[in-house]
T-cell receptor, first 113, second 115 residues
Framework: GAGVSQSPSNKVTEKGKDVELRCDPI?????LYWYRQSLGQGLEFLIY????????KSGLPSDRFSAERTGGSVSTLTIQRTQQEDSAVYLC???????????FGPGTRLLVL | AQTVTQSQPEMSVQEAETVTLSCTYD???????LFWYKQPPSRQMILVIR??????QNATENRFSVNFQKAAKSFSLKISDSQLGDAAMYFC????????????FGQGTELSVKP
């Protein structure tokens, strides 16, 4: 695959359930980013990975949010005990190195009922 | 606080005309870079153009060019010969060389193109 892929494309869940969102970056890209886009808003940074390490987690809104990256490739963003305010589009981006141009995936639209 | 402001929530342009989208930012950092991304209804964020703050020359990419005024902290995007496919939400964003590359985004400008 040439671009960043994310799954699922859409996710509907009930309040209180846990969800996992997956991101497959461009092959060879060492940096990976997660952003959240609430309705009608700009993108809000969540977390940055360099390899498998997360030197910047400053954007995670609460301890219900966590993320990991394995093998320097795939990343999973987990939201525990989802709340209605978690409803948003979650976008993943990758770049060859930090500070280089980020390429985005199509996003996962999460709806918490 | 490091902020990005796009003061035009919506803009409209006639096909084949030129339109300018504005963006201002506030930072005390000196080493940074700026982007314009477009987001069509498909949700996919697409890179339009990148500008390094240390470069005086304005970046251009085909019909897209920027007017970067570092002292004024202004970074506008000019789209020439507008096409129907340019209709999208446009986001201004910036990143810092000492902050791992995370981007700070503006609120976006919705551009419509009239045939």
């Amino acid at each position: 695959g040439a671009g960043v892929s994310q799954s699922p494309s859409n996710k509907v869940t009930e309040k209180g359930k846990d969800v996992e969102l997956r991101c497959d970056p461009i092959s060879g890209h060492t940096a990976l980013y997660w952003y959240r886009q609430s309705l009608g808003q700009g993108l809000e940074f969540l977390i940055y990975f360099q390899g498998n390490s997360a030197p910047d987690k400053s954007g995670l809104p609460s301890d219900r949010f966590s993320a990991e990256r394995t093998g320097g490739s795939v990343s999973t963003l987990t939201i525990q005990r989802t709340q209605q305010e978690d409803s948003a589009v979650y976008l993943c981006a990758s770049s060859y190195r930090a500070q280089e141009t980020q390429y985005f995936g199509p996003g996962t639209r999460l709806l918490v009922l | 606080a490091q902020t990005v402001t796009q003061s035009q929530p919506e803009m409209s342009v006639q096909e084949a005309e030129t339109v300018t989208l504005s963006c201002t930012y506030d930072t005390s950092e000196s080493d940074y870079y700026l982007f314009w991304y477009k987001q069509p209804p498909s949700r996919q964020m697409i890179l339009v153009i990148r500008q390094e703050a240390y470069k005086q020359q304005n970046a251009t990419e085909n019909r897209f060019s920027v007017n970067f005024q570092k002292a004024a902290k202004s970074f506008s995007l000019k789209i020439s010969d507008s096409q129907l496919g340019d209709a999208a939400m446009y986001f201004c964003a910036w990143g810092f060389y000492n902050q791992g590359g995370k981007l700070i985004f503006g609120q976006g400008t919705e551009l419509s193109v009239k045939p």
